[in-house]
């Protein structure tokens, strides 16, 4: 069950308690859940897997991360909580209350409070489930900081400070949203340069630029300005936007129309990546984000 944030408006200022189904393929599944809320598992191949649940935010300072809790159906059962909904909203309550302390008292307090986060309570824990998953967490790890280092790798090999359109079947593969169409690359930027992108988004649910550190983690966005998106974004009179990524603000030019400013927040390179959500036009007519690295003294003449 997701219950979407009181707060904020886009993508969904809807309240309603959202129900999401995982059931083996050629179960039956509840009359009354639509199917577009229904996910099928395949035990035939795994009896165990990963699922990932991703929020959207528009407004990040106007909203709170959506309230989860996870319930496995039985047979023998009707309901046997994995995480309780009581355990899930007293974490969400600490955190909610750790974030504020963090956006008053800045950077420090984000690590001095980090033990203050709650304590969720999981039923059937044992030494063997305790060995399990930290093996399986260990291997995750692994994984995903390798799979994106080599990713990090070819981008800066083959299209350094460049925006093109990431390969969907790969995207999709490793869990990637097949609704989203991505523009990966690597950036790399002296001091007196900047890198300069201009998009004119199509109509889409969202859009979103960020810059990332090489591991492809997204550079610090609680204290310091690393990504913009559709609401966040300052358009020109045509619906075009243009970002400039410098290691200092460009005050000239930032006053210009539909000029948006990120900061490297000491970074000299790292990934970036744009993203289209839900964009509703065909691949083939997708608009391509543009991007050019140019000197910084000449960004208020561009």
């Known amino acids: 069950k997701m219950q979407p944030p009181a707060k904020g408006s886009a993508p ?4 309603a308690t959202i129900e999401i189904y995982i059931i083996p393929e050629g179960a039956d599944a509840p009359p009354d859940v639509a199917a577009s809320n229904i996910l099928r598992s395949r ?3 795994s009896e165990e897997g990963l699922f990932i649940v991703r929020q959207t935010f528009a407004l990040r300072t106007e909203e709170y991360p959506a309230e989860l809790s996870i319930q496995l ?4 059962s009707s309901s046997s909580s994995l995480l309780s909904s009581s ?3 007293s974490l969400l309550s600490s955190k909610r209350s750790l974030e504020k302390e963090e956006k008053k008292k800045g950077p420090a307090a984000a690590v001095a409070g980090a033990a203050g986060s709650g304590l969720v309570r999981i039923q059937n824990f044992t030494p063997k489930a305790l060995d399990s998953g930290l093996s399986k967490a260990g291997l995750l790890v692994a994984g995903a900081s390798n799979m994106f280092s080599r990713w990090a790798s070819g981008f800066k090999r083959r299209h350094v400070n460049e925006l093109p359109l990431f390969d969907q079947k ?3 593969n490793v869990g990637g949203d097949p609704n989203i169409r991505y523009y990966h690359s690597y950036w790399e930027i002296a001091e007196d340069e900047a890198l300069v992108i201009d998009a004119k988004p199509p109509k889409c649910q969202t859009w979103n630029f960020q810059l990332n550190n090489h591991w492809m983690e997204s550079l610090d966005y609680r204290f310091h300005k690393i990504h913009t998106n559709k609401f966040l974004a300052r358009y020109r009179k045509d ?6 990524v410098s290691h200092r603000r460009p005050e000239g030019a930032v006053e210009e129309e539909g000029v948006n400013w ?3 927040v000491g970074h000299h390179c790292g990934t970036m ?3 289209w959500v839900k964009p509703e036009v065909s691949d083939s007519a997708l608009p391509h984000p543009s991007a050019r690295l140019v000197p910084f003294s000449q960004l208020a003449s561009l």
């Open 12 to 15: 969904s200022s809807s309240s």
């Open 43 to 45: 035990p035939q191949l």
């Open 73 to 76: 159906i039985t047979e023998e």
């Open 87 to 89: 355990s899930s909203s």
């Open 170 to 172: 790969t995207s999709d």
């Open 239 to 244: 619906g075009s936007v243009r970002v400039i």
């Open 262 to 264: 990120l900061h490297t």
């Open 273 to 275: 990546c744009w993203r």
